[in-house]
């Protein structure tokens, strides 16, 4: 199965503060990879999928890039709402793997 | 607009079966194309596909777990049940139901909403 590495697994940022998290899978995803933000208690929400291609009514803020084995979720000035877990996942292969997170955490 | 809600118990003995519903709205699991899936995702671990399952009661299952799990639809009842057997502590965790839609450019799945999940512990 296709693994899912994300980094870093924790990321200590102000608001306004641009955050880039990575996503690496172990072989070609293609561009079949979705990243999601969690909160506790929520249900995770989808942000981005086809690697670049946002979610409906998702801010700009928020933009996805990559393709193949390498992707990068961007979000250009942190809100307070933004403060929370990222994950991606592969869904190019069964099982569709998922990344472990990466908390974005207020500094 | 599309949920999906989780239930069933949330303690659980090992060696039971484990039985879990997703009442869906928004969307009739018998339209062409429609695909519903469970996830768990145990205490401070990853998020791991347990089955899914398409409109057309095509499946599919986690290759490590696909001894232990079986997946169902009820189009009546707008409900997909995952059952799981000889339950673990380590099968403690979150279980998420979720939507999957068709990307169009493609024709890969992926996950579009999701329930807020169950909690699930195993513990005698």
């Known amino acids: 199965e296709v693994v899912m590495t994300q980094s870093p697994a924790t990321l200590s940022l102000s608001p306004g503060e641009r955050a880039t998290l990575s996503c690496r899978a172990s072989?070609?995803?293609?561009?079949?990879l979705a990243w999601f933000q969690h909160k506790p208690g929520q249900a995770p929400r989808l942000l981005i999928f086809g690697a670049s291609t946002r979610a409906t009514g998702l801010p700009a803020r928020f933009s996805g890039s990559g393709s193949g084995t390498q992707f990068t979720l961007t979000i250009s000035s942190l809100q307070s709402e933004d403060f929370a877990v990222y994950f991606c996942q592969q869904y190019n292969s069964w099982p569709q793997t998922f990344g472990q997170g990466t908390k974005v955490e207020i500094k | 607009q599309i949920t999906l809600k989780e239930s069933g118990p949330t303690l659980v003995k090992p060696t039971q079966t484990l039985t879990l519903t997703c009442t869906v709205s928004?969307?009739?699991?018998?339209?062409?194309?429609?695909?519903v899936g469970w996830t768990r995702q145990p205490p401070r671990k990853a998020l791991e596909w347990l089955a899914l399952?398409?409109?057309?009661?095509?499946?599919r299952y986690s290759p490590s777990l696909q001894n232990r799990l079986t997946i169902t639809k009820d189009t009546s009842k707008n409900q997909v049940v995952v059952t799981m057997t000889n339950m673990d502590p380590e099968d403690t965790g979150t279980y998420y139901c979720?939507?999957?839609?068709?990307?169009?450019?493609?024709?890969?799945?992926?996950?579009?909403?999701w329930g807020q999940g169950t909690l699930v512990i195993v513990s005698s």
């Open positions: 928004g969307f009739s699991l018998s339209t062409p194309g429609v695909s």
């Open positions: 072989q070609t995803v293609n561009s079949n």
């Open positions: 979720a939507h999957r839609r068709s990307d169009p450019r493609t024709s890969a799945y992926y996950l579009e909403v």
């Open positions: 399952i398409y409109w057309d009661d095509d499946k």
